[in-house]
């Protein structure tokens, strides 16, 4: 396997070598291909990502990314957009699952939900214009996405309680509405049990009743809202891994950004990268490393070596590394 490897900016260069020491530990035949995309690439030489950047991740299997910063800068092209877009990778998989001993905002800790967001349409469209005094973006949701996402999310479904939940905005917006009708159609004929939410009640909902969920699938914006959000239900941004999903290809990344404001402290935690990277192991059907990565995480938390957002006051190299030795041992 090829994995292209990208620590893009900020915490980024943190949190990627440290998932890159716990994936090295584990001793696989996986080939890394470095690659520097993003805004640092962008200040140096004026682009984030070229034609040649783009056939290297098509050469790869799939892909470990960290986080890139994206300035307002109206001339400035969204790698991630790009590349999500490029690589037609349209299932963003959010797991949302509290990691024993840690709580978030509501103190609950039985609840284990997955979003599933469409990555390639919606309010992402890239479809823009901005003049003086208006600007327009133009939402777009198509049948073939609609009906593609919904599919993903019944098969995760199957695999787990055979329900979803849709959220969507149907009572607003047009364009929901042909969401909404697209995933009731699949889910009916894939035999899952389906419900639908507006998406304000539904973020009331998943702060309070987060157990009352389990497979949600909804459009771009809705989904990117609704998992930052929901970090705040397992304790920390920097604990939320994720996966974007194609008929070809994969890309794995923690939810988080680039973190501006912590870069460089050497103070992010690289959880969020440690299971996008388990994630991957998962996808590449390496399931026993794979449990065992999450083993090693469980094992960091019940020793009480962690990062500051989690009430502790290890470094992210200091939580790497002890991953990394527990797997050694374990292997
Ligand atoms: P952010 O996710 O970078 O940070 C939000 C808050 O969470 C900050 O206070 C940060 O310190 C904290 N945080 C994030 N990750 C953490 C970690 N691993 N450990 C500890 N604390 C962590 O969001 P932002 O500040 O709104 O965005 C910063 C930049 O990142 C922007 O340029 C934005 O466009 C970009 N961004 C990139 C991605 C991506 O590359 N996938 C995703 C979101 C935002």
């Known amino acids: 396997m090829r994995v292209a490897i990208v620590e893009g900016d900020g915490i980024g260069k943190e949190v990627i070598p440290a998932a890159v020491e716990v994936l090295d530990a584990l001793d696989l035949p996986i080939e890394k291909v470095p690659l520097e995309l993003g805004y640092g690439k962008w200040e140096k030489c004026g682009v984030a990502i070229d034609e040649k950047d783009l056939e290297i991740l098509k050469s790869c299997d799939c892909v470990l990314f960290g986080a890139i910063t994206t300035p307002t800068d109206p001339n400035y092209k969204s790698v991630l957009l790009t590349i999500r877009k490029e690589l037609d990778m349209y299932a963003n998989i959010r797991p949302i699952k509290p990691l024993p001993g840690l709580v978030g905002v509501t103190g609950k800790n039985d609840f284990d939900l997955v979003i599933v967001r469409e990555n390639t349409e919606g309010m992402y469209s890239s479809i823009e214009e901005i003049h003086d005094d208006v600007a327009y973006t133009k939402r777009v949701v198509s049948r073939k996405g609609s009906e593609r996402i919904a599919r993903s999310a019944c098969k995760l479904a199957k695999d787990r309680k055979n329900e979803i939940t849709i959220v969507h905005k149907s009572n607003v917006l047009k364009s929901d509405t042909l969401f909404l009708g697209v995933c009731r159609e699949v889910a009916a004929s894939?035999?899952?049990?389906?419900?639908?939410?507006?998406?304000?009640?539904?973020?009331?909902?998943?702060?309070?009743?987060?157990?009352?969920?389990?497979?949600?699938?909804?459009?771009?914006?809705?989904?990117?809202?609704?998992?930052?959000?929901?970090?705040?239900?397992?304790?920390?941004?920097?604990?939320?891994?994720?996966?974007?999903?194609?008929?070809?290809?994969?890309?794995?990344?923690?939810?988080?950004?680039?973190?501006?404001?912590?870069?460089?402290?050497?103070?992010?935690?690289?959880?969020a990268a440690i299971l996008s990277m388990k994630m991957m192991l998962e996808w590449m059907g390496y399931e026993r490393e794979a449990a065992l990565v999450e083993s090693a995480v469980e094992f960091s938390i019940k020793e009480n070596i962690t990062t500051p957002d989690l009430g502790g006051s290890s470094s992210t190299s200091d939580v790497g590394k002890l991953m990394a030795d527990h797997i050694r041992n374990n292997l």
């Open 190 to 271: 894939e035999g899952v049990e389906y419900r639908d939410m507006l998406v304000d009640a539904m973020a009331y909902s998943l702060m309070s009743y987060p157990e009352r969920y389990d497979v949600v699938v909804t459009t771009n914006l809705f989904g990117d809202i609704l998992s930052d959000m929901s970090a705040a239900l397992v304790g920390s941004l920097g604990l939320v891994p994720s996966a974007n999903i194609g008929d070809k290809y994969a890309f794995f990344e923690p939810v988080h950004g680039s973190a501006p404001d912590i870069a460089g402290k050497g103070i992010a935690n690289p959880i």
